[in-house]
């Protein structure tokens, strides 16, 4: 089956631990999102790659880090730096950038 | 800067009758606009989009959404509403860039039997 996978469902992280979120595809899209929700706001972009190698930082990139090696791949990395990352993570991939985006199923970051 | 409105927190209708979820938009140009469902704990699924031609456009699950450009409105329509059809609705607009989409806050639907 074509489609978006991420890994974990469910993530607790500890203060002043890095974790890395994984987000993998098998739709041969060159565009990959990472975007990040909470209650009552929305999605918000953290960062999104158009192509490999290739990515921008989104409208709340701080705190938070990715790297795009494979086109099939698109981690997030979450920082010590980010103050306030319990939140529920959302990874997409789309043909072109004008294109549908297909959601993976997120994963659920809580910090103890 | 593009960007959309849903005016509604939250959408009752009881099963059977039509259902409407607004969405408003504000943009430089011609929008591209689209809508996504969320079930609890999921991610988003991809209902329509509008890039361009006709006003009327039909998605999934027997979804249509319908573009008012003097209104600048994508309010998305069902004529008979389920009950499955209870969840998260997602208006969004691609960014000025041309990549990735900013998100209206969400319009929870609640349909009763």
């Known amino acids: 089956d074509g489609g978006i996978t991420q890994s974990p469902k469910y993530l607790f992280r500890k203060e002043g631990q890095n974790v890395t979120l994984s987000c993998e595809q098998n739709?041969?899209?060159?565009?990959m999102y990472w975007y990040r929700q909470d209650p009552g706001q929305g999605l918000r972009l953290i960062y999104y790659?158009?192509?490999?190698?290739?990515?921008q930082k989104g409208d709340i990139a701080e705190g938070y880090s990715v790297s795009r090696e494979k086109k099939e791949s698109f981690p997030l990395t979450v920082t010590s730096a980010q103050k306030n990352p319990t939140a529920f993570y959302l990874c997409?991939?789309?043909?072109?950038?004008?294109?549908?985006?297909?959601f993976g199923p997120g994963t659920r970051l809580t910090v103890l | 800067a593009q960007s959309v409105a849903q005016p509604e927190d939250q959408v009752n209708v009881a099963e059977g009758n039509p259902l409407t979820v607004k969405c408003t938009y504000s943009?430089?140009?011609?929008?591209?606009l689209f809508w996504y469902v969320q079930y609890p704990n999921r991610g988003l699924q991809f209902l329509l989009k509008?890039?361009?031609?006709?006003?009327l456009v039909k998605g999934s699950y027997g979804f249509e959404a319908e573009f008012n450009k003097s209104q600048t409105s994508f309010h998305l329509k069902k004529p008979s509403a389920l009950v499955s059809d209870s969840a998260l609705y997602f208006c969004?607009?691609?960014?000025?860039?041309?990549?990735?989409?900013?998100f209206g806050k969400g319009t929870s639907l609640l349909v009763t039997p």
């Open positions: 997409a991939s789309s043909v072109t950038s004008i294109g549908e985006q297909f």
């Open positions: 739709l041969n899209h060159d565009a």
């Open positions: 790659s158009q192509i490999v190698n290739d990515f």
């Open positions: 943009v430089s140009g011609n929008p591209y």
């Open positions: 509008y890039i361009t031609g006709d006003n």
């Open positions: 969004a607009v691609l960014r000025d860039s041309g990549y990735a989409l900013n």
